[in-house]
């Protein structure tokens, strides 16, 4: 007996199954290669941006943002787009930009949490029918069933239990695994907003100090 034939003895759900396992692949390469472009060399970047703003290059700081083309260069070109505004523009701005990056990282981890606990319920679903048609091949054989009559009903409720248990428990780990990976994109998108946000604010009393000393 091959794998297809062990897969269609498991019955309708082993097609659910099937089905909710490729969208958890889908979704998986859609993180992986989203979290790989929202990678960002944060010292590297963080010592041009310093440059940059210490220059009061702020148009520059925005150009390079642009050429990153990461959720933090975004968030951080939001932020600047308002530097000229205050503080609390500043913050205004990144604090809406970084909800909104965040969110896009996030997008498709709750459904592949879904997944991760679906599968294996569907797979135990799966073992309750079998063994209901098991139990109904009994009474329909008025108790005189063999082996090989409730084979079908055995079969169903142990394949779906094993297929549904091998999706769910590697999309568990690939979903605690991404998890993992926004977080770390989340912490350094916040560490390098603080540290854009002291600059601005030293360039700024900078400015106020040379204007109060001309007085």
């Not at 309708?12 to 396992?21: A, E």
């Not at 960002?40 to 642009?66: E, G, H, Q, W, Y």
């Not at 309750?128 to 009474?139: P, R, S």
């Amino acid at each position: 007996m091959n794998l297809i034939e062990i897969f269609l003895k498991g019955g309708f759900l082993m097609w659910v199954i099937l089905g909710t396992s490729l969208v958890a692949v889908a979704i998986t390469i859609e993180k992986f290669m989203s979290l790989k472009k929202a990678k960002i060399n944060t010292p590297s970047f963080l010592m041009k941006m310093r440059n940059l703003l210490k220059k009061k290059d702020v148009a520059s700081a925005i150009a390079l943002c642009m050429e990153e083309k990461t959720p933090t260069s975004n968030i951080i070109k939001k932020g600047l787009k308002k530097s000229k505004l205050g503080r609390e523009r500043v913050i205004e701005a990144i604090d809406s930009a970084g909800r909104h990056e965040i969110s896009k990282l996030e997008r498709g981890l709750s459904t592949l949490a879904t997944i991760a606990g679906a599968a294996p319920m569907l797979g135990f679903l799966g073992t309750v029918t079998g063994m209901i048609g098991a139990f109904m091949k009994i009474q329909e054989l008025q108790g005189a069933a063999g082996p090989a009559d409730l084979a079908g009903g055995i079969w169903e409720a142990l394949i779906t239990t094993a297929f549904g248990l091998f999706v769910g428990i590697p999309v568990l780990a690939i979903y605690n695994y991404l998890l993992s990976m926004v977080n770390k994109v989340v912490i350094d998108m916040e560490m390098i907003a603080t540290d854009i946000i002291d600059v601005l604010d030293d360039t700024q009393k900078g400015i106020t100090e040379e204007v109060e000393e001309e007085l």
